[in-house]
């Protein structure tokens, strides 16, 4: 089975059993409070760490946040807090 078809049974199942995509598919969860705080959820650790830009692994790619006095507020297994001035996100894949 190809990659595709395995995803679209993954969606119906979720949507099915009512579990959320991000956790089923494996898919990056990213909330914004402002321009001030991020939170990526499902990540798979840090490829790089400035005050100007920090990009984190996800599952197909990375997700790169530029702005101005960045910092990792917290980090645990399946979060990332990411507190300054956020000019920008980016989600490569």
């Known amino acids: 089975m190809n990659e595709e078809k395995i995803t679209k ?4 199942i979720s949507n ?3 579990i959320p995509k991000e956790i089923l ?3 990056p969860k990213i909330t914004f409070i402002g321009n001030l705080q991020v939170s990526i959820e499902n990540h798979k650790g840090i ?5 100007e830009n920090i990009r984190v692994k996800i599952k197909d790619g990375f997700i790169k946040i530029s702005g101005i006095d960045l910092a990792i507020k917290t980090i645990i297994t399946e979060e990332i807090i990411i507190s ?8 490569y894949i």
């Open 47 to 51: 490829i790089e760490y400035s005050s």
């Open 16 to 18: 099915i059993l009512e």
């Open 25 to 27: 598919l494996d898919l």
């Open 84 to 91: 300054g001035k956020i000019a920008s996100i980016d989600y």
């Open 9 to 12: 049974i993954k969606s119906n």
